[in-house]
Structure formats: C-alpha cells, structure tokens
C-alpha cells in the first residue's frame, strides 16, 4: 500500500504570494491532518479533514486553510506568506474508523516551504 | 499554552548503553500517548503508544512508561543503536493529537 504523499517536496516563495501544498492520504484513510514544523516550535497542529469536514483546528490564523475532496486528497492554503510562514509542513492520514479517541497516523514526507 | 512538554532538545547516549526520554504534559483529558521518531528529510513514523489505562508497555528494545498522577512519561531505548539517533516527538491525544517539540537524541560510537 502506498504511504501518504506531499507535493511539491520543496517550494520557494516570496513575501505577500499564496501557496498551496497538495497531500494524498493512505488510501482507505478518511482522515487528513496537517502539522508545521518549525526548529523552535516542534511540531504544531494546522487542522484536521474528515470526510471532506474540517473537524479540528490549531490556533493558526486565518491565513492558514485547507480543504478536502470526495477521495480524500487534501490542499492546505497559505495566503498573504511572511518569513515565518517558512517551515516543514506535514500531512498525516489515518484511517479513523470511529469509536475511540485514538487513530494512528502515517505521515508524509513533508513539504518545505521557504518564503523570500 | 504548551500542553506536551519535552524539556530536552537534546540527549547523548553511548551506544549500548540505555537512551530516556522524557515527556510532561498538562491536560488531564488526554488518554493516548504516543512516541514518533523522525530522521532528517523524513516524515514522524510511529515508534509505540500506551493508553492511559497502562502503565507501562514494552515493544523490543523500546519501552514507554506512564505515570499519570506525575502527568509524565517517558521512553527507554535499550540498548541503545547508532540508527536510534532521530528527533523523537512525544505526543498525547484525546480529540486531537498535540505533540511535544522533540528531543534529538544522538547515540556516540
């Protein structure tokens, strides 16, 4: 079985642009989350899709957003980037099957984001 | 509000010898804790997981133990290996899973 997929792997972009960062899900995997990954920040969490429902959501501002479609792929949305914005972004799926509060989740391999 | 901390950005351990990781955490509602290793270039990839009905559990060379009127836990790695050098992300879950900022740990030859 295929593992979770991220496109692009890297991305350059400048200050004031948009971006968007696609993740394909384990296949059977209902539930997309996506983290950042920053040196001094660790890993935190964006939000998280389940059937095309955003479920949950970080304290990231509203630049941040995502969607996701009928076959589960997922696209996060940065708009207006700032520096900070540079960061490993990560998309992890699982395949939530309902009933308990823990779902283990796979991830991709992340994309790098760096804003100029 | 740091709900998963990990007070350690970094260990060394010589190899063989037994590598501990620790982790606190605040929120009393979460009830699944997990440990993720991450290699440079790579996404988190799970390593092991214990309910907080547990105690402690063991997986090979890899042995998580909870503590939960501490709100801590922490991770042995015995022995320890060169490959065993990774940042490693405690996390806790109960709606959502929140992660620690990571220890990276480097195993000396």
């Known amino acids: 079985k295929a593992g979770v997929t991220q496109t692009p792997r890297y991305l350059i972009k400048t200050r004031g642009q948009q971006v968007t960062l696609s993740c394909s899900p384990i296949?059977?995997?209902?539930?997309v989350s996506w983290y950042q990954q920053t040196p001094g920040q660790g890993l935190q969490f964006l939000f998280e899709y389940f059937s095309e429902t955003q479920r949950n959501k970080g304290n990231f501002p509203g630049r941040f957003s995502g969607r996701q479609f009928s076959n589960s792929r997922s696209e996060m949305n940065v708009s207006t980037l700032e520096l900070g914005d540079s960061a490993l972004y990560l998309c992890a799926s699982s395949q939530d099957t309902g009933g308990g509060s823990y779902n283990e989740q796979f991830f991709g391999p992340g994309t790098r984001l760096t804003v100029l | 509000d740091q709900q998963v901390k990990q007070n350690s950005p970094s260990l060394s351990v010589q190899e063989g010898r037994i590598s501990i990781l620790n982790c606190d955490y605040t929120n009393s509602m979460f009830d699944y804790f997990l440990w993720y290793k991450k290699y440079p270039a790579e996404g988190p990839t799970f390593l092991i997981s214990i309910s907080s009905i547990k105690d402690k559990n063991e997986d090979g060379r890899f042995t998580v133990f909870l503590n939960k009127s501490a709100k801590h836990l922490s991770l042995h790695i015995v022995p320890s290996q060169p490959g065993d050098s990774a940042v490693y992300f405690c996390?806790?879950?109960?709606?959502?899973?929140?992660f620690g900022k990571g220890t990276r740990l480097h195993i000396l030859p």
């Open positions: 296949s059977g995997h209902r539930s």
């Open positions: 996390a806790a879950s109960y709606d959502k899973i929140i």
